[in-house]
């Protein structure tokens, strides 16, 4: 067993596979969200109901991220990672033949179970498979494969369904997305066939905790634990979470709350006067994701310029100024406001998620992550549900507010806590 750093190539397929994990699970995550009509019609059941099959699925991740965070240091973050993007796939070539709206319900139920274990894992997989240096710019990859899933699962499934019908746009997603599950496996076939023993030395030694470390013990940040790392192991500071990891959290919470909310109510505003659009291109509305996909994909380059503090600060400052640009009723100015909101909320994200998976290295990353996790899809849906309720009173400068004053808020946090980064800085 070399206890060096990993090769180039080992890296480059550790990335590569995770990317491709997120990629997998959230393609079958939103599927029945732009089907929801021809759900109803096939089942004849109310919206609310149809749109359960949306919301059990996000509900089940929420419930089993801190479970499988813990269960994956006793299996092996790799095995885990597969197993969950195999079963998600599969659930999903069945979901198309379920009888009654209550097993199509059920099953999605499941699949966010299935899909819970790879969020849960991935990012603490990353901190543990690969160098210190490595770790921002991966995670931001990881990330933008789950910004691409997540498009993809709402554009994807409906472009198929207009021809093969919504079975078919549900099994064509299923398939696509076995495919890449299937990938997933043998880009991690070293690891998961690697003995537990094994597994566990192997991560023992590469993140060499202090003994009397305790579980209420954590350090603050990826930046105290990096400096830790390379300096000298029996010297590590340990930071309580009341110093810093709570901001963390609160910062990818106040976060959601903006992105979800956001794009939730974008679409019925649109279809509102003066435009109403077509649900067709208000889909295409979706696509300002991508800007998600180059903010994380970059964001490796731009921590080693600047600090997360810098990031956050640069990220929410941006999110203002587009979510304020969205108040204008044009179409190209909703266009570019939604992009800038979009690009500061990642800046955001991307940093908090990272900071929370590198803050305690082995079993306490991995556990540190699923709460970061929890935390940040409880902010998802109370984004939505208060946009909901904020548009039916005030129309969309109800959900602007809501938006800026989640901003404001996290300008605060960052401010008022302690310079937070991937590396020291004189």
Not at 101 to 126: D, H
Not at 151 to 173: D, I, M, N
Request: charged share 10%; with cysteine; aromatic share 8%.
């Amino acid at each position: 067993m070399s206890t060096g750093e990993p090769s180039a190539t080992s890296t480059r397929r550790t990335i590569v596979a995770v990317f491709l994990a997120g990629v997998s699970v959230f393609l079958v995550l939103y599927e029945t969200q732009g089907l929801l009509p021809a759900i109803r019609g096939a089942y004849d059941i109310d919206a609310p109901t149809a749109s359960l099959t949306v919301s059990a699925t996000n509900v089940a991740m929420a419930v089993f991220l801190i479970p499988f965070s813990m269960l994956a240091p006793r299996i092996g973050h790799a095995r885990q990672i597969a197993g969950g993007v195999v079963l998600a796939a599969l659930l999903a070539l069945i979901l198309p033949f379920m009888p009654s709206p209550e097993l199509l319900i059920a099953v999605r139920f499941l699949q966010g179970v299935a899909i819970a274990s790879v969020p849960a894992t991935a990012m603490a997989y990353l901190s543990l498979r690969l160098p210190a240096k490595a770790l921002p710019g991966a995670i931001g990859v990881y990330i933008a494969g789950n910004t691409i899933g997540g498009l993809s699962s709402r554009l994807l499934t409906g472009l198929a369904a207009e021809g093969l019908g919504w079975h078919g746009g549900l099994a064509f997603t299923a398939a696509v997305s076995l495919v890449f599950g299937l990938i997933v496996v043998w880009l991690l076939r070293h690891d998961l066939f690697t003995t537990s023993r094994v597994i566990a030395a192997r991560e023992s030694s590469m993140t060499a905790p202090e003994p009397a470390a305790t579980e209420q013990e954590s350090t603050s940040d990826a930046e105290s634990s990096a400096a830790a790392d390379t300096a000298q192991p029996a010297r590590r500071a340990i930071i309580p979470l009341r110093s810093g990891l709570w901001r963390i959290y609160l910062t990818g919470f106040l976060c959601m709350i903006v992105f979800g909310g956001s794009f939730t109510m974008l679409g019925t505003r649109l279809q509102h006067d003066p435009w109403r659009l077509s649900e067709g291109a208000v889909a295409l509305f979706f696509l300002i994701y991508l800007v998600g996909t180059v903010v994380t994909t970059y964001y490796g380059r731009l921590a080693t310029r600047l600090s997360r503090t810098s990031l956050t600060l640069i990220g929410m400052v941006t999110a203002l100024v587009g979510a304020g640009l969205t108040l204008v009723d044009d179409l190209p100015v909703i266009i570019i406001g939604m992009s800038l909101l979009t690009g500061g909320f990642f800046l955001g994200h991307t940093g908090a998620s990272a900071s929370a998976s590198a803050s305690r290295p082995g079993v306490d990353s991995t556990r540190s992550a699923a709460i970061y996790l929890t935390v940040y899809y409880l902010g998802t849906s109370l984004g939505a549900w208060l946009s909901a309720v904020l548009f039916t009173v005030f129309a969309w400068p109800g959900v602007v507010v809501m938006c800026m004053t989640s901003l404001f808020a996290v300008l605060i946090l960052t401010l008022t806590g302690a310079s937070i980064g991937f590396k020291k800085r004189s």
